[in-house]
C-alpha cells in the first residue's frame, strides 16, 4: 500500500514538474511581454518544458525555455490618430477598437512558424493564451487536447469576463473606454449601460464571427467558438483592488497584479544620477508604446520648459537626442523602471499610467503626475487620482501652467507620498505573493484540471439570459397585455353602459 502511495506521489510530481507548456503572447507591446517572460520564466526554472510564441525573446538565457519568434506585426500605435482618437466617443472607440484588434488576433495564426506547429506531432499538457482580442487562438487548446488558462494583463472588465462567465453589472463595472470610477451617477451608469449593451451586440454581430472564421481557416478540426470559449479552466488577471478598484469575479478567478516586480541593482550611471538628486529625482516616462520620439513637438517643449524649472534631478526615458537640455535632466535609451522607483531619492513619477506603471509605483510608493493616452490608461489616472495619489494633465490639450502645478502639488504636498507609502504597505502585505499564487493555481490546473468544478453557470447562458433582458421583456409584455385587456374590458363596459342608456332614452 505505501509503495503505491509513494508510484503515486511520484507521478503526479512528475507530470506537475515536468510539464509541456505552450504559451501564446502574441501582443505587439513588449510592456506584456515583461509578464510573460516573467510568469513563463519562473515555470522553466520549475522544471516545465515552456514553448512561448511572441515577438520577443527573453532578456536572458532560460533553460527550458523555447521561443516561437513571430514576425513583427505593424504598431498598434501607428494605426491612430491620438488627436482624434481622442476626439471620439466612447461607442466609436469600442467598435474602433475590437476591429483593430481583429488584426492582432488572426496575424499569428497565418504565419508558418505558428502553422508548422499545428500541423506538427507536438503534444503539451497546458496551453496559455494571453487574453488580447485573440479568442480564436483558444483553440490551440482544442488541438492540442489539453486544458487552457487565459492570462489577462488587464483587470477583469468586458475584454475577458466572457472567458469564465464572469456577470459585469454596468452599475458598478464601468467601461474601460469610460473615465468613471466604480461609485457613478445615474448618467454615468445609464452612460455604462449602454455602452455595455453596445459592446456586447457589436461583438455578438461582428466580432464573434471574425473569430469563429479564424478558428475555421487556420485550425484543421471543426470548432465552435463558443464552446473553444466556455473550456477555459482559469483566468489569471494582473490586479489587485488598490490598483484597480475591488470587482465582483467568481471561482475560476486568480488576481495576481504585481507579479513581475523583484528589484534588481541599478546600473552605475544610473545608480549616479540618482544618489547624487539632493532635492529629489523625478522618473519621467510614457512606456513602451509612447516613445519619446513619437511625442508631438508641441507636448515635448513643455516637458523641457516645465523640467527647467524644477528644483529635482529629472531621469527621462527618451529615445531622442535631444539638444540643449536643462542641467538637471539626463536623458536614457533604457530605464530600469521598476529598480529606478525603488530608489529612496525618486519622489515623483510622471508616467501614461499604464498599469504595469501604475503597479511598481504603488509598488514602491512614488506619488504620480497623470499623463494618460489612450485606452486604459485614463481610467487608470482617474482612480489613483480618487486614491489620493496622483494629480491627472490632459496629454492631448496639455497646458505648460496645468503641468507645472500638477508637479508642484505632488512633491511639495507630503499627502501624496504619505497616502502612497501607506497603499505600498497594504499592497505588499498579501498572505502570499502574486508570482507564488500565479504558479500554484497554473500547477493546480495541470493536477486536477479544475475548470468545471470552478466555472460559473453564467456560461451556459446567452447574455439576454444573464442580464435577464428576455424576462424584463416578458414582465413589460405582460404588463402591456394586461394594460391592454384592462382598458378593451373597460370600453366594452363603457360601450355597453352607453347602450343601455341609450335604450332607455328611447
Known amino acids: 500500500m505505501g509503495a503505491l502511495k509513494v508510484v503515486a506521489l511520484v507521478a503526479i510530481f512528475g507530470v506537475v514538474n515536468g510539464s509541456k507548456i505552450l504559451a501564446l503572447f502574441p501582443s505587439p507591446g513588449y510592456s506584456q511581454y515583461i509578464l510573460a517572460e516573467k510568469l513563463m ?90 487574453n488580447f482580442c485573440n479568442e480564436a487562438q483558444l483553440g490551440f487548446g482544442e488541438h492540442f487536447k489539453a486544458p487552457v488558462i487565459v492570462f489577462s494583463s488587464q483587470p477583469m472588465h468586458e475584454w475577458n469576463a ?107 550611471g544610473i545608480q549616479t544620477i540618482l544618489d547624487g538628486a539632493k532635492n529629489g529625482a523625478i522618473l519621467v516616462s510614457l512606456g513602451s508604446n509612447i516613445p519619446c520620439h513619437k511625442l508631438p513637438k508641441e507636448q515635448l517643449d513643455i516637458f523641457l520648459r516645465v523640467f527647467k524649472k524644477l528644483p529635482q534631478r529629472i531621469l527621462w526615458k527618451c529615445e531622442l537626442d535631444i539638444p540643449n537640455t536643462p542641467n538637471n535632466v539626463f536623458l536614457s535609451k533604457w530605464v530600469p523602471q521598476p529598480d529606478v522607483l525603488a530608489h529612496p531619492n525618486t519622489v515623483a513619477f510622471v508616467t501614461h499610467n499604464g498599469l504595469l506603471s501604475t503597479t511598481e509605483a504603488m509598488y514602491f510608493g512614488v506619488p504620480m503626475i497623470s499623463v494618460p493616452v489612450f485606452v486604459d490608461q485614463k ?56 508570482l507564488d499564487r500565479a504558479i500554484n493555481n ?29 424576462v424584463v421583456i416578458f414582465i413589460l409584455a405582460s404588463a402591456v397585455a394586461v394594460c391592454l385587456l384592462i382598458l378593451f374590458v373597460i370600453r366594452k363596459l363603457v360601450c355597453k353602459k352607453k347602450e343601455i342608456i341609450k335604450n332607455k332614452t328611447d
Open 41 to 130: 520564466g519562473s515555470l522553466a526554472k520549475r522544471g516545465h518544458q515552456v514553448t512561448v510564441i511572441s515577438e520577443y525573446e527573453p532578456s536572458e538565457k532560460i533553460d527550458n525555455f523555447v521561443t516561437i519568434k513571430l514576425d513583427k506585426s505593424k504598431d498598434f500605435h501607428n494605426t491612430m490618430d491620438l488627436a482624434l482618437w481622442d476626439a471620439k466617443n466612447s461607442f466609436e472607440v469600442t467598435a474602433e477598437f475590437l476591429d483593430i484588434s481583429l488584426y492582432y488576433g488572426e496575424v499569428p495564426l497565418k504565419q508558418k512558424q505558428v502553422q508548422d506547429l499545428i500541423k506538427s506531432n507536438s503534444t503539451f499538457d497546458l496551453v496559455i493564451v494571453e
Open 162 to 268: 466572457h472567458y469564465v462567465g464572469n456577470a459585469k453589472l454596468p452599475s458598478i463595472s464601468p467601461n474601460v473606454f469610460t473615465q468613471y470610477t466604480n461609485h457613478m451617477s445615474f448618467f454615468e451608469r445609464l452612460h455604462t449601460l449602454l455602452l455595455t449593451a453596445f459592446d456586447i451586440l457589436y461583438k455578438e454581430l461582428v466580432y464573434f464571427p471574425e473569430q469563429q472564421r479564424f478558428l475555421d481557416e487556420y485550425f484543421p478540426e471543426k470548432m465552435d467558438l463558443r464552446k473553444v470559449i466556455r473550456n477555459v479552466e482559469m483566468l489569471l488577471v494582473f490586479a489587485h483592488p488598490l490598483t484597480t478598484e475591488p470587482s465582483l469575479i467568481t471561482s475560476a478567478v486568480v488576481e495576481v497584479g504585481g507579479f513581475h516586480i523583484m528589484p534588481k541593482k541599478l546600473p552605475r
Open 379 to 434: 481610467i487608470n489616472a482617474v482612480r489613483a487620482r480618487k486614491l489620493g495619489v496622483a494629480e491627472k494633465v490632459d496629454f492631448i490639450n496639455m497646458k505648460e501652467e496645468d503641468f507645472y502645478e500638477a508637479i508642484k502639488k505632488v512633491t511639495q504636498n507630503s499627502n501624496y507620498t504619505n497616502q502612497m507609502k501607506k497603499l505600498s504597505q497594504m499592497f505588499r502585505d498579501q498572505p502570499s505573493s502574486p
Open 442 to 470: 497554473i500547477e493546480y490546473v495541470l493536477k486536477y484540471r479544475p475548470g468545471k468544478y470552478l466555472r460559473s453557470p453564467a456560461l451556459d447562458l446567452w447574455w439576454f439570459q444573464l442580464y435577464m433582458v428576455d
